[in-house]
Nanobody, 124 residues
């Protein structure tokens, strides 16, 4: 399984970015997808997850109401729309997925595959 995240960049506080993650190597629509992030000096943390069909989503409290996770199974791509960005959202963002069909990875221990991260920097 290969995951490639892109779309990061530098944005001012209050701005928006949309991250994308293209997946390959297995049937994308069979697996839930997740986003995690890691800020400098901090542990990697869960951000958002989406079920196989996209009908169910999960968010960390810190991003709820500001971030939206979505997916396009025809394009094998998961997205993270980030609005009202804050300096504390600065981190490397990773897309991730579990090993099993019914795994929705909201914890590090549930992740089997990681993509290369994309840097998001929010200036104050």
């Amino acid at each position: 399984v290969q995951l490639q995240a892109y779309g990061g960049g530098l944005v001012q506080a209050g701005g928006s970015l949309r991250l994308s993650c293209a997946a390959s190597g297995r049937t994308f629509s069979n697996y839930a997808m997740s986003w995690f992030r890691q800020a400098p000096g901090k542990e990697r943390e869960f951000v958002a997850a989406i079920s196989q069909s996209g009908g169910t989503t999960y968010y960390a409290d810190s991003v709820k109401g500001r971030f939206t996770v979505s997916r396009d199974n025809a394009k094998n791509t998961v997205y993270l729309q980030m609005n009202s960005l804050k300096p504390e959202d600065t981190a490397v963002y990773y897309c991730a997925t579990g090993r099993r069909v019914f795994t929705i990875a909201t914890a590090l221990s549930a992740v089997e595959y990681w993509g290369k991260g994309t840097q998001v920097t929010v200036s104050s």
